[in-house]
């Protein structure tokens, strides 16, 4: 059964996906006086996409952690315009490295190196590390090659190989050196024991001037990240936005002119029908080409079908007050276990736990469909329990007083070799057949983006939509402004980078 939802006016925005593109999308319409024209189309009950914050039982969990920390001035404004000064926190940021029952400085520290590892180990690193100055690997394309290169075997068996082949599933020596670049950039044993030995008033530095990794404090929501996109769709729908949650869309109809008509089923199976002039879509974007009516043609199709996905579970621990720590997050660098990092929810805000226990959280990287993605959520809590243990972050199993767990699918898109072909084959289909569906955020673009990134694809399709304008949505690239000097252009030409980066996975046959 089909039933229209709206008169087709001379501007109606169709918003696909209420995480931060969409909620921004529908926030500047707002701003421009379209709140009425707009209705967003969310698939889930609630809005935040992969930045909401999760609640079951007065616990709050962000997926994946959201440090609220951007150089692109728009989205920096946009943040406080929504939430507001009084409901943002500023956090000290702390991340550690865990490996063998320590707790090793990230990024590293030669000094506190030097302490943990003993200084028969050390010293052989630094021989490791000498070593591959003179022999340098062979192939540094690789994420394996690019940090011996900077770091020697020995630290690199240590602390890189174990963490980065759990995020990606596959061995660090098939990982693109594109990942280890964005990530490390400068960053080498010679430059951390240079910091080491240089005295702290000769080492401070602006910190506009200083990459993601090693900022020292940054904003957040003092509920969690969902508490900002839970916020904006508070206030657009106050000015007369619609947000219908629980709807899958499952055609995109369009003619000569584009697309004119949105599709959705709700949970009933009840068909809803929505008559457009724009469509901003944040649904991945094989899915969208997929749902069009007429249909693409078959390469664009195939090109639909072709896109991987790599997927992220939490399992949420409550545990008393004492097994709190200060860091945001440990990566866990130890192969016996499978747990890549352990946030603790505490260490972000204080508001998202409760008196006298603090929440933390066991985050997983996986393939969707594939093996702990299926179990029983009560075995997903027993092993969270009990690596927990094997880490010494409890003492005792008995200590976790509840557990939850939290699926993420679609988290992070794949780079592999086919998938810029793909991209580029649908973004063409798109161009000529539906110029008035404008692809932005993680999914809808199928890049690695952080929520400021997609934010600012969403403002620039709406400056087009309403403006006239011409940005080039693909080329921004706030990732780069995070890793060098501060220039003001918010957006770079579409050869100087992916957006943020992710490495490039090996295609298997």
Same mark, same amino acid.
């Given at each position: 059964m089909?039933?229209?939802?709206?008169?087709?006016?001379?501007?109606?925005?169709?918003v696909i996906g209420a995480g931060p593109a969409g909620l921004t999308a529908a926030w500047q319409l707002m701003k421009a006086g379209h709140a009425s024209d707009?209705?967003? +189309?969310? /698939? $889930?009950?609630?809005?935040?996409? %992969?930045?909401?914050?999760?609640?079951?039982d007065g616990w709050r969990f962000d997926i994946g952690g959201h440090r609220f920390f951007t150089k692109v001035r728009a989205v920096d404004d946009l943040w406080w315009e929504i939430l507001g000064k009084e409901n943002f926190l500023s956090r000290p940021r702390q991340s550690r490295i865990f490996y063998q029952g320590k707790l090793y400085d990230y990024p590293l520290s030669f000094m506190n190196v030097l302490r943990?590892?003993?200084?028969?180990?050390?010293?052989?690193?630094?021989?490791?590390?000498?070593?591959?100055?003179?022999?340098?690997?062979?192939n540094q394309d690789t994420l394996e090659g690019f940090i011996v290169a900077r770091f020697?075997?020995?630290?690199?068996?240590?602390?890189?190989?174990?963490?980065?082949?759990?995020?990606?599933?596959?061995?660090?020596?098939? +990982?693109? /050196? $594109?990942?280890?670049?964005?990530? %490390?950039?400068?960053?080498?044993?010679?430059?951390?024991?240079?910091?080491?030995?240089?005295p702290k008033r000769l080492a401070k530095r602006d910190k506009s001037k200083m990459v993601t990794s090693l900022i020292d404090e940054f904003n957040y929501p003092k509920l969690g990240p969902g508490m900002m996109w839970e916020v904006a769709a508070e206030k657009v729908m106050a000015a007369g936005a619609k947000i219908e949650f629980d709807r899958r869309v499952t055609a995109i109809r369009h003619g000569a002119g584009g697309v004119h008509e949105v599709v959705a089923v709700d949970g009933a199976g009840v068909e809803h029908t929505y008559q457009c002039s724009h469509v901003i879509s944040s649904m991945p974007i094989g899915a969208l080409c997929n749902a069009m009516e007429p249909p693409v043609d078959d390469p664009t199709r195939a090109a639909a079908v072709d896109l991987r996905y790599r997927a992220h579970l939490t399992v949420a621990l409550v545990v008393p007050q004492e097994f709190s720590f200060s860091d945001n997050w440990i990566y866990i660098h130890d192969p016996d276990v499978e747990v890549g990092r352990v946030q603790n929810f505490?260490?972000?805000?204080?508001?998202?736990?409760k008196d006298g226990r603090t929440c933390l959280g066991l985050e997983y990287?996986?393939?969707?469909?594939?093996?702990?993605?299926?179990?029983?959520?009560?075995?997903?809590?027993?092993?969270?329990?009990?690596?927990?243990?094997?880490?010494?972050?409890?003492?005792?199993?008995?200590?976790?007083?509840?557990?939850?767990?939290?699926?993420?699918?679609?988290?992070?898109?794949?780079?592999?070799?086919a998938y810029q072909g793909n991209v580029d084959m649908m973004?063409?289909?798109?161009?000529?057949?539906?110029?008035?569906?404008?692809?932005?955020?993680?999914?809808?673009?199928?890049?690695?983006?952080?929520?400021?990134?997609?934010?600012l694809t969403a403002m620039l399709s709406v400056e087009n939509i309403l403006d006239g304008t011409e940005h080039d949505v693909w080329s921004v690239n706030v990732e780069a402004e995070y890793h060098e000097e501060q220039t003001g252009d918010a957006a770079r030409s579409a050869s100087a980078g992916t957006g943020r980066d992710a490495p490039f996975l090996p295609r298997k046959p």
């Amino acid at each position: 059964m089909t039933s229209p939802e709206t008169p087709s006016p001379d501007l109606a925005v169709v918003v696909i996906g209420a995480g931060p593109a969409g909620l921004t999308a529908a926030w500047q319409l707002m701003k421009a006086g379209h709140a009425s024209d707009v209705t967003i +189309l969310e /698939s $889930d009950d609630v809005v935040g996409g %992969i930045s909401r914050t999760v609640q079951r039982d007065g616990w709050r969990f962000d997926i994946g952690g959201h440090r609220f920390f951007t150089k692109v001035r728009a989205v920096d404004d946009l943040w406080w315009e929504i939430l507001g000064k009084e409901n943002f926190l500023s956090r000290p940021r702390q991340s550690r490295i865990f490996y063998q029952g320590k707790l090793y400085d990230y990024p590293l520290s030669f000094m506190n190196v030097l302490r943990n590892l003993g200084p028969v180990e050390a010293v052989r690193c630094v021989a490791s590390y000498l070593w591959v100055r003179v022999h340098k690997p062979k192939n540094q394309d690789t994420l394996e090659g690019f940090i011996v290169a900077r770091f020697g075997w020995r630290l690199y068996r240590h602390f890189f190989k174990a963490y980065n082949e759990k995020v990606w599933g596959v061995p660090a020596s098939e +990982l693109s /050196s $594109d990942w280890g670049a964005q990530r %490390i950039k400068d960053l080498s044993l010679f430059r951390a024991i240079k910091d080491a030995l240089t005295p702290k008033r000769l080492a401070k530095r602006d910190k506009s001037k200083m990459v993601t990794s090693l900022i020292d404090e940054f904003n957040y929501p003092k509920l969690g990240p969902g508490m900002m996109w839970e916020v904006a769709a508070e206030k657009v729908m106050a000015a007369g936005a619609k947000i219908e949650f629980d709807r899958r869309v499952t055609a995109i109809r369009h003619g000569a002119g584009g697309v004119h008509e949105v599709v959705a089923v709700d949970g009933a199976g009840v068909e809803h029908t929505y008559q457009c002039s724009h469509v901003i879509s944040s649904m991945p974007i094989g899915a969208l080409c997929n749902a069009m009516e007429p249909p693409v043609d078959d390469p664009t199709r195939a090109a639909a079908v072709d896109l991987r996905y790599r997927a992220h579970l939490t399992v949420a621990l409550v545990v008393p007050q004492e097994f709190s720590f200060s860091d945001n997050w440990i990566y866990i660098h130890d192969p016996d276990v499978e747990v890549g990092r352990v946030q603790n929810f505490g260490s972000w805000s204080p508001f998202m736990v409760k008196d006298g226990r603090t929440c933390l959280g066991l985050e997983y990287f996986l393939n969707e469909g594939e093996g702990m993605w299926n179990r029983p959520d009560e075995e997903l809590i027993e092993q969270g329990t009990r690596e927990l243990h094997r880490l010494g972050l409890i003492s005792a199993p008995d200590r976790v007083e509840a557990g939850y767990v939290v699926r993420m699918p679609k988290a992070y898109p794949v780079y592999d070799d086919a998938y810029q072909g793909n991209v580029d084959m649908m973004r063409k289909w798109l161009s000529a057949n539906a110029p008035n569906v404008f692809p932005c955020g993680r999914n809808g673009m199928h890049r690695y983006n952080n929520q400021d990134h997609s934010m600012l694809t969403a403002m620039l399709s709406v400056e087009n939509i309403l403006d006239g304008t011409e940005h080039d949505v693909w080329s921004v690239n706030v990732e780069a402004e995070y890793h060098e000097e501060q220039t003001g252009d918010a957006a770079r030409s579409a050869s100087a980078g992916t957006g943020r980066d992710a490495p490039f996975l090996p295609r298997k046959p």
